[in-house]
Nanobody, 120 residues
Framework: QVQLVESGGGSVLAGGSLSLSCAAS????????MGWYRQAPGKQRELVAS???????TYADSAKGRFTISRDNAKNTVYLQMNSLKAEDTAVYYC??????????????WGQGTQVTVSS
């Protein structure tokens, strides 16, 4: 089994910054893509940013120029630095990882979610 444990998040005023991290642990031999999604009340879960094992990044239009995704392959950890936060960034943020294991092949796992609240 694989576990993704998120940390960070919390409450901040508009214009502020927050940093999220997500560490993967368990039985696997590699992690392919990792990413961050978010889900606001009454809305569908949406992609915020993703990063490949080679470091190639993708961002939602709403995140471009304000958020930065990165990963530390040695620590099996993905990060999301969020700057210039807006009220509309308020949501539960979930990390995910596409993990390769001998037993299950390539499987997508999700973190438990962490609340980000931006007040104006």
């Amino acid at each position: 089994q694989v576990q993704l444990v998120e940390s960070g998040g919390g409450s901040v005023l508009a214009g502020g910054s927050l940093s999220l991290s997500c560490a993967a642990s368990g039985s696997f031999f590699s992690i392919n893509g990792m990413g961050w999604y978010r889900q606001a009340p009454g809305k569908q879960r949406e992609l915020v940013a993703s990063v490949s094992s080679a470091g190639q990044t993708t961002y939602a239009d709403s995140a471009k120029g304000r958020f930065t995704i990165s990963r530390d392959n040695a620590k099996n950890t993905v990060y999301l630095q969020m700057n210039s936060l807006k009220a509309e960034d308020t949501a539960v943020y979930y990390c995910n990882a596409d993990v390769s294991s001998w037993r299950y092949g390539v499987t997508r796992y999700w973190g438990q979610g962490t609340q980000v609240t931006v007040s104006s």
